[in-house]
């Protein structure tokens, strides 16, 4: 099983919302920073969202400012993506990732552990 599990994406109409889910499987999600990535078809992962492991620090792409909100419950282990006012270019397989994720920055470096992703899809 990965380490982590992400849940809630589906196909919502341009304009809906949808929050997403990251569970940790196995480690503590308290002790790391988080980050949410996507990738499109035939395009390049991208950061979307991170937060630190206290939750005081968050940094968002320019594509997800004043649309998404990363935060985190500890005590329930999970981080959630909620992502209003979706658009047809949201449209991708969305995958959280821990351990060594630069926040601010929303940057993996070597050893980050991923989730297989869920997929959002933005179409009427």
């Known amino acids: 099983q990965p380490p982590l599990v992400e849940s809630g994406g589906g196909l919502v109409q341009p304009g809906g919302s949808l929050r997403l889910s990251c569970t940790g499987s196995?480690?503590?999600?308290?002790?790391?920073?988080i980050g949410w990535f996507r990738q499109a078809p035939g395009k390049e992962r991208e950061g979307v969202a991170c937060?630190?492991?206290?939750?005081?620090?968050?940094d968002y792409s320019d594509a997800a400012k004043g649309r998404f909100t990363i935060s985190r419950d500890n005590a329930k282990n999970t981080i959630y993506l909620q992502m209003n006012s979706l658009k047809p270019d949201d449209t991708a397989v969305y995958s959280c990732?821990?351990?060594?994720?630069?926040?601010?920055?929303?940057?993996?470096?070597?050893?980050?552990?991923w989730g297989v992703g869920t997929l959002v899809t933005v179409s009427s």
């Open positions: 990732a821990a351990r060594f994720i630069r926040c601010p920055g929303i940057q993996t470096m070597a050893g980050t552990d």
């Open positions: 196995g480690f503590n999600l308290a002790n790391y920073n």
């Open positions: 937060i630190s492991s206290g939750g005081g620090t968050t």
